[in-house]
């Protein structure tokens, strides 16, 4: 029995970090659905919410934190009240149920800016997923871990009042500041767990001068010096981290400190989509005993887990601790990074597959955020989208991204770190005529840069984005480093790259007032500009 009364949750039976087995055990007698793949990792259902929903988050509006807040689209605003009644309106639910799951973890590598967060959940699908994804105490940790600094009601089996002031729809995401409570209603997705910790670690970190990131990262074995790389999903981000000859820091989100990188999250949280044990070896062999797989097709009759089937959702997940990965670096603290990475999936096939980036494109390119959506990929989609997200992880910001873009400045300028942005996207023709970058070829390039061989490497000016192309790079043929030398038509290329320059400065109007005078002049040339 674990006490829970200081939240008014008065239930029989409170399973507190409990084992993987234990977890197991759980969610095969009590869970809907919930079965054991062929490999023993455990699959399980998150219901009519297979991914997050950025609409339904909100952040409860004080006078303490207020002024910090970037408040809009992404921030969205909710009354003190509203958030006690979905807050009471939880606790209700929790109280109705005969077995809860309690967490008690940290957030974050170094102890200097670790957190302690507490997950209450009902399921033990949640559970296991946050034991995997938060980083696991030690016997005397938790014997000793007290009072939580953040505390985490998950009742997402229960739908939030849509009548309750702020609400939009049955789903409600709440984090309040202050309180450092979050509160889950109307979704069983896990990874809003996930992103709420992450959220609250975008507020508080750069308080403390310290850069929250979205992005995976790396490390050389020798020097301890580490490599970041940032993209937003399906960039290759988690892909191109999974690399047997670095240690792997994290696949998703970290902070760079005074002294270096560090990940916030004890695993990892990987699209399982199309994964074969041939492209992905080090993920595939990760989703085993003790890993969660959610959403996913399998065969009734041996439990084999079909990758390729998307029926369900294309957003299917596996999430597994970060020691699963045979060259994880335990604890996962590197020193600083000498290459940050933009990773784009340009639908449009105009970028190249790798330009070195000045200080003040870096900026640029950070702040925009870009990347595309294909045909087919949500409904109405019917050609490239351009898809712009600021500092590569626009729902998780709680600042303005111009601090953001601030923090990682300084701290490129001060570690002379070179920035990279790589094209994992289309090459020869948009999407539906050219062909996606081969990912051995973007391997290559990630090496490349890794082992200093881009640093000089030879470069020509591309001119309507302005960007420093890289013209030779061991393992890519040459022929496919400068784009518009891959389409068989030169002026269609020029009319589509002039249509993606137009995209990033109508985005960037948003964040120019913000920035520096150098940092607006190193978005792209317009169109009519590159042609005159």
Not at 13 to 26: D, G, H, I, K
Not at 80 to 107: C, G, K, M, P, S
Not at 279 to 298: C, S
Request: hydrophobic residues 35%; aromatic residues 10%.
């Amino acid at each position: 029995m674990f006490d829970l009364s200081e939240y008014q949750i008065d239930v029989k039976n409170v399973f507190r970090n409990a084992s993987p087995a234990t977890l197991y055990e759980e969610a095969l007698r009590y869970e809907k659905q919930a079965t054991l793949a062929d490999t023993g990792a455990l699959i399980a259902y998150s219901g009519d919410k297979t991914g997050r929903s950025p609409k339904d988050k909100r952040i409860v509006e004080h006078p303490e934190s207020s002024d910090d807040v970037w408040w809009g689209s992404v921030n969205i605003g909710l009354h003190e009240n509203a958030f006690f009644v979905n807050r009471e309106r939880a606790i209700d639910y929790l109280n109705t149920r005969e077995r809860l799951y309690i967490l008690d973890a940290f957030a974050g590598w170094d102890p200097k800016y670790r957190i302690k967060v507490r997950v209450i959940c009902a399921r033990p699908y949640h559970a296991l997923f946050m034991h995997n994804m938060l980083i696991r105490p030690t016997r005397e940790e938790l014997a000793e871990f007290g009072t939580p600094d953040c505390v985490i009601f998950n009742a997402g089996a229960f739908p939030a009042n849509r009548y309750t002031t702020g609400m939009t729809s049955k789903t409600s995401v709440d984090l309040s500041l202050e309180r450092r409570e979050v509160v889950i209603l109307g979704t069983q997705y896990a990874g809003e767990m996930k992103k709420a910790v992450f959220t609250l670690m975008n507020y508080l970190m750069p308080r403390s001068n310290v850069l929250p990131m979205h992005c995976s990262a790396t490390s050389d074995s020798t020097t301890g010096q580490s490599s970041v790389l940032f993209g937003l999903s399906g960039t290759g981000k988690t892909t191109l981290s999974a690399d047997p000859n670095r240690d792997l820091i994290g696949d998703d989100e970290h902070c760079w400190t005074d002294d270096g990188v560090f990940n916030i999250e004890g695993g990892c949280y990987a699209k399982a989509i199309y994964l074969t044990r041939d492209a992905e070896p080090q993920i595939f062999d990760a989703l085993r005993y003790g890993a969660v797989l959610e959403n996913v097709v399998y065969d009734q009759a041996d439990h084999h887990v079909d990758f390729d089937n998307s029926s369900i959702t294309e957003n299917t997940r596996g999430a597994y601790p970060i020691e699963y990965i045979s060259n994880a670096k335990i604890p996962c603290i590197a020193g600083h990074p000498t290459d940050v990475i933009f990773l784009t999936c340009d639908a449009f096939g105009v970028l190249p597959p790798v330009s070195k980036l000045s200080p003040a494109q870096a900026e640029y390119h950070f702040i925009s955020g870009y990347t595309a959506k294909v045909a087919g990929t949500e409904v109405g989609v019917t050609e490239p989208e351009a898809t712009f997200s600021p500092c590569f992880g626009g729902p998780f910001l709680v600042w303005h991204p111009g601090k953001y873009a601030e923090l990682l400045s300084k701290r490129i300028t001060q570690h002379k770190a070179n920035v990279w942005l790589i094209n994992t996207g289309w090459s020869g023709g948009a999407y539906g005529e050219g062909s996606r970058m081969k990912l051995s070829y973007t391997r290559a390039i990630i090496n490349a840069i890794h082992s200093g061989g881009l640093k000089d490497a030879p470069t020509e000016t591309e001119p309507c984005f302005g960007l420093e192309v890289v013209t030779k790079c061991p393992g890519v043929p040459d022929e496919m480093l400068v784009p518009r030398k891959t389409w068989s038509d030169g002026a269609a290329y020029d009319a589509t790259a002039g249509k993606l320059a137009e995209l990033f400065h109508k985005n960037f109007v948003t964040y120019a007032d913000g920035v520096s005078k150098a940092v607006r002049a190193a978005g792209p040339l317009l169109h009519q500009t590159v042609i005159g």
